[in-house]
């Protein structure tokens, strides 16, 4: 079997190649790394391995059966299809194909099976939007979710190298302002109804995902002086009464998350805890008293590893394990 990661050198594309190693997917199969022509015969080494990284062209582009894009919407919009139609299936981290009608976006412990048959392409959600979806995919098992007010603390990784070396030196070469000892109220371009579109992403990519298109959600945005893991802040209304043990019962019960809340003892989600782990943390679980049926809860996710790579990993592996069955 071959693997092509594409965009192998940035943050998410070898944190990819990490994971495929932790999965036990390289031995076995032809890892092929695509970037920029300015990477072109660069190497990577990973668990006793080297990887040579080629340019992606379409000289270079082969017959893969799998491949994994973390390279911007523009590059997954120019070369997705491309490998597609000669028959690799295409997990793209990018916005590209997100709002695609016929496009499945997936968090494969809530929704695999909106990858029908035949299916090319397939959407990886939005990092702050994986954090948010599979708790919420827990709590919508106990009442229907009428409604969602979600603030994000973002870490800077999520805007890529660039932006770690504006943490590290206090440039301002990838964000707007000085992030060093500052908060930004603002992740990508704002659009005409005042939302910027990583807020107008998680809406739209939520209800995708829940299959929810009613449920009501407000979103806001913030990049904050941390290198990694994602927080979010959420206050959410339920159809009726749900008592907090058997919140954080179903909670628990969800692959994929973990309740991490005992104030007693400064228990609770954060960042730092977040990086170990795979798991979303949730914690700070309780009642919202200004309103019935509604709740509070803050957590915490490695924006990188689940909210991106690891997401994409386990997509395939799960088609591949179909696949296997039949």
Request: hydrophobic residues 40%; charged residues 20%.
């Amino acid at each position: 079997m071959k693997i092509a990661i594409v965009g192998a050198t940035g943050l998410v594309g070898r944190t990819m190649l990490e994971i495929l190693c932790e999965h036990n997917l390289i031995d076995d199969n032809t890892i092929l790394l695509y970037a920029s022509k300015m990477s072109h015969g660069k190497t990577i080494s990973i668990a006793g391995k080297t990887f040579v990284v080629q340019e992606l062209c379409d000289e270079y582009i082969e017959n893969v059966d799998y491949a994994l894009f973390s390279a911007g919407k523009n590059v997954s919009k120019k070369y997705a299809q491309k490998f597609a139609k000669l028959g690799a299936v295409v997990v793209d981290n990018s916005s590209a194909f997100r709002r695609y009608k016929k496009v499945p976006l997936v968090v494969p412990e809530i929704n695999f099976e909106d990858i029908a048959e035949g299916t090319k392409i397939i959407a990886n959600p939005n990092c702050s939007t994986i954090a948010l979806a599979l708790p919420m995919f827990a709590i919508s098992k106990l009442a229907k979710i009428k409604r969602i007010v979600v603030s994000t603390y973002q870490a800077v990784s999520g805007a890529g190298q660039t932006a770690l070396l504006d943490l590290e030196h206090g440039t301002t070469n990838k964000f707007c302002c000085p992030i060093i000892d500052n908060l930004i109220p603002q992740i990508d371009r704002f659009l005409k109804n005042g939302y910027t579109f990583e807020e107008d992403k998680m809406q739209f990519e939520l209800k995708k995902i829940l299959h929810h298109t009613s449920m009501q959600i407000t979103t806001t945005a913030v990049r904050v002086p941390i290198t990694n893991s994602h927080s979010e802040s959420v206050n959410f209304e339920l159809s009726k009464n749900v008592s907090i043990r058997r919140i954080k019962q179903t909670l628990n019960e969800q692959n994929g998350v973990l309740v991490t809340d005992n104030p007693s003892t400064n228990l609770y989600p954060m960042p730092k805890l977040a990086n170990l782990t795979d798991d979303i943390l949730v914690g700070r679980i309780r009642k919202d008293y200004s309103k019935a049926n509604c709740y509070n809860m803050f957590l915490c996710m490695n924006n990188i590893r689940k909210g991106a790579a690891l997401n994409a990993v386990q997509i395939m592996e799960k088609l591949i394990q179909k696949t296997q069955k039949q």
